[in-house]
């Protein structure tokens, strides 16, 4: 029996007609009328399914400081609505962040990465081959750094900290501006670990004025609040503020991009400020500490600034690679100088052509510095980095430049509203007459009175410092400001660990 078949012919609309076997056949009008409607259907279940593939949940996010990074419009920050105040203080388990800070930041595809619990002793005496020729010390290394801790670092812990803050110049009343300081800065710490030059952020809510105007650099604030932890004898394994320096040091390490045998911490807007401010804080956290576990994260920092450096000009500037300028030149070196001061490697051949670049910029032999080109007139801010500069490259105090370049900055005196100024100034002054005599009074007296003066009193800027003007302080807003103020405050005792008269003397290997 043959099977139903469509028949061709006509009949009524609508009209269901039989062919010459029996089968039965629809009319030209069903086809139209069943055809726009499956189109239509599938039309529209075609659109659903493509609005379902285009709707996707973004994932959660923890900190809205990650859109910040994502889009960091101008517009967008000023909008930026603050977030909840009820974020808890970060609680970190202090020891075991610190032991596995080099497995958080690990990619997906192989890196060649020292994982700080393979090492026998501090990274000095891991062989960096593609760095170049290795300086740092090598005997007997752990008993050295522990000498390191008894002698040069003691400055910062309590008992030598108050002695040596009497007899440097400081006061009750720097010292309690100091404390007021650190708890500001606490307060503004974010739930992850890190600050933001947009101090509104957390639990602030809004309440202090004057956040950074910079697009975010996260790993440049962090290491900004950082060190005025560390100046005060504050780290992940002592002190009353331990917890926090935990998960800001925790912070720096998960940020930074490890390739080979380096660590980047170089931001798109912070740039090699970032890096270089975020490496002290390392090379820092591991001279005062011995945490193994901060060892090869701080020498792989210093890495990075010896493959950053200009290989034509010796200086840094914003780009990795790019003829340098005074002021990212001495963040570079600050770093390298504490890497030294920790005993890790820090290649001759670096501070060799850094010196060629202060050779650069420099007027009148060496007396004033420039910015990237020797100045028809002296400028305070980079003539006070350059001479800090050349003090740790070796020159002695008898240099006849250095005298020069000493006698016109005491001459210039302190700026009321210049902290960048100021606080490459007051260590060098501190650093050429050793916290004593005449002229380091006068200068001390002035700026540590202005700075206790400017400190803010009340509500929830309490213990802070913004002055309008001045290099950086509209960009790195109150919490800049405050870092800065802080660290000024610490002279007396901060920077005899690494920077200090003996520590200037133990010059960089040329």
Same mark, same amino acid.
């Given at each position: $029996?043959?099977?139903?078949?469509?028949?061709?012919?006509?009949?009524?609309?609508?009209?269901?007609?039989?062919?010459?076997?029996?089968?039965?056949?629809?009319?030209?009008?069903? @086809?139209?009328?069943?055809?726009?409607?499956?189109?239509?259907? /599938? &039309?529209?279940?075609?659109?659903?399914?493509?609005?379902?593939? =285009?709707?996707?949940?973004?994932?959660?996010?923890?900190?809205?400081?990650?859109?910040? =990074? #994502?889009?960091?419009?101008?517009?967008?920050?000023?909008?930026?609505?603050?977030?909840?105040?009820? #974020?808890?203080?970060?609680?970190?388990?202090?020891?075991?962040?610190?032991?596995?800070?080099?497995?958080?930041?690990?990619?997906?595809?192989?890196?060649? /990465?020292? *994982?700080? +619990?393979?090492?026998?002793?501090?990274?000095?005496?891991?062989? @960096?081959?593609? #760095?170049?020729?290795?300086?740092?010390?090598?005997?007997?290394?752990?008993?050295? !750094?522990?000498?390191?801790?008894?002698?040069?670092?003691?400055?910062?812990?309590?008992?030598?900290?108050?002695?040596?803050?009497?007899?440097?110049?400081?006061?009750?009343?720097?010292?309690?501006?100091?404390?007021?300081?650190?708890?500001?800065?606490?307060?503004?710490?974010?739930?992850?670990?890190?600050?933001?030059?947009?101090?509104?952020? &957390?639990?602030?809510?809004?309440?202090?004025?004057?956040?950074g105007l910079a697009a975010p650099s996260l790993n440049a604030a962090?290491?900004?609040?950082?060190?005025?932890?560390?100046?005060?004898?504050?780290?992940?394994?002592?002190?009353?503020?331990?917890?926090?320096?935990?998960?800001? #040091?925790?912070? =720096?390490?998960?940020? $930074?991009?490890?390739?080979?045998?380096?660590?980047?911490?170089?931001?798109?807007?912070?740039? $090699?400020?970032?890096?270089?401010?975020?490496?002290?804080? /390392?090379?820092?956290?591991?001279? $005062?500490?011995?945490?193994?576990? *901060?060892?090869?994260?701080?020498?792989?920092?210093?890495?990075?600034?010896?493959?950053a450096q200009d290989p034509v000009g010796g200086g840094w500037r914003?780009?990795?690679?790019?003829?340098?300028?005074?002021?990212?030149?001495?963040?570079?070196?600050?770093?390298?100088?504490? %890497?030294?001061?920790?005993?890790?490697?820090?290649?001759?051949?670096?501070?060799?052509?850094?010196?060629?670049?202060?050779?650069?910029?420099?007027?009148?032999?060496?007396?004033?510095?420039?910015?990237?080109?020797? %100045?028809?007139?002296?400028?305070?801010?980079?003539?006070?980095?350059?001479? *800090?500069?050349?003090?740790?490259?070796?020159?002695?105090?008898?240099?006849?430049?250095?005298?020069?370049?000493?006698? @016109?900055?005491?001459?210039?005196?302190?700026?009321?509203? +210049?902290?960048?100024?100021?606080?490459?100034?007051?260590? /060098?002054?501190?650093?050429?007459? %050793?916290?004593?005599?005449?002229?380091?009074?006068?200068?001390?007296?002035?700026?540590?009175?202005?700075? !206790?003066?400017?400190?803010?009193?009340?509500?929830?800027?309490?213990?802070?410092?913004?002055?309008?003007?001045?290099?950086?302080?509209?960009?790195?807003?109150? *919490?800049?400001?405050?870092?800065?103020?802080?660290?000024?405050?610490?002279?007396?005792?901060?920077?005899?660990?690494?920077?200090?008269?003996?520590?200037?003397? +133990?010059?960089?290997?040329?």
């Amino acid at each position: $029996m043959a099977g139903p078949r469509w028949a061709a012919g006509g009949g009524r609309p609508g009209q269901i007609v039989r062919g010459a076997a029996g089968a039965r056949r629809p009319p030209l009008s069903w @086809w139209i009328r069943e055809g726009l409607s499956f189109l239509v259907s /599938l &039309g529209l279940h075609l659109g659903l399914l493509l609005a379902l593939g =285009l709707w996707v949940t973004p994932p959660e996010l923890l900190n809205p400081l990650t859109q910040l =990074l #994502i889009v960091p419009t101008a517009r967008e920050q000023e909008r930026l609505e603050a977030m909840p105040a009820d #974020i808890p203080e970060p609680q970190l388990d202090t020891d075991e962040a610190t032991r596995q800070l080099l497995v958080a930041n690990q990619a997906s595809e192989p890196r060649d /990465l020292l *994982l700080a +619990d393979d090492l026998e002793t501090a990274a000095p005496q891991v062989q @960096w081959s593609d #760095i170049g020729e290795l300086t740092a010390p090598r005997s007997e290394l752990l008993a050295t !750094v522990g000498g390191l801790q008894g002698n040069a670092l003691e400055g910062r812990g309590a008992g030598a900290r108050a002695a040596l803050a009497r007899s440097g110049g400081g006061t009750p009343g720097s010292e309690q501006a100091v404390a007021r300081a650190l708890q500001w800065l606490k307060d503004h710490q974010n739930s992850n670990g890190s600050w933001c030059l947009d101090h509104r952020l &957390g639990r602030c809510q809004g309440r202090c004025p004057d956040p950074g105007l910079a697009a975010p650099s996260l790993n440049a604030a962090t290491a900004l609040a950082l060190l005025p932890f560390l100046g005060a004898g504050q780290t992940h394994m002592e002190g009353e503020y331990q917890k926090t320096v935990g998960a800001g #040091i925790y912070f =720096l390490v998960r940020s $930074m991009q490890v390739v080979g045998q380096q660590g980047s911490l170089y931001e798109p807007h912070g740039t $090699m400020y970032s890096h270089g401010l975020a490496s002290i804080a /390392l090379c820092e956290a591991y001279a $005062m500490t011995e945490d193994r576990a *901060l060892a090869a994260p701080a020498q792989m920092a210093l890495n990075f600034i010896v493959s950053a450096q200009d290989p034509v000009g010796g200086g840094w500037r914003y780009e990795p690679r790019t003829p340098g300028d005074t002021s990212v030149l001495g963040w570079q070196l600050m770093a390298l100088k504490s %890497g030294h001061m920790a005993y890790l490697d820090v290649p001759s051949r670096t501070i060799q052509k850094s010196a060629r670049f202060l050779d650069s910029v420099q007027e009148k032999g060496g007396a004033f510095y420039g910015y990237l080109e020797p %100045g028809r007139k002296p400028r305070f801010g980079t003539t006070a980095v350059g001479l *800090l500069c050349r003090m740790y490259l070796g020159w002695k105090q008898d240099h006849e430049a250095l005298q020069r370049g000493v006698e @016109w900055i005491t001459k210039h005196g302190p700026a009321t509203n +210049d902290f960048y100024g100021n606080y490459y100034a007051m260590q /060098l002054m501190f650093q050429y007459t %050793g916290g004593e005599g005449p002229v380091w009074e006068k200068w001390n007296t002035a700026l540590r009175e202005e700075l !206790v003066r400017t400190q803010a009193q009340d509500s929830h800027t309490a213990g802070s410092w913004y002055v309008p003007g001045g290099q950086g302080n509209e960009a790195g807003g109150r *919490l800049y400001c405050t870092a800065m103020a802080t660290m000024m405050l610490e002279v007396y005792y901060r920077h005899l660990p690494i920077y200090g008269k003996q520590a200037t003397e +133990d010059e960089f290997p040329l």
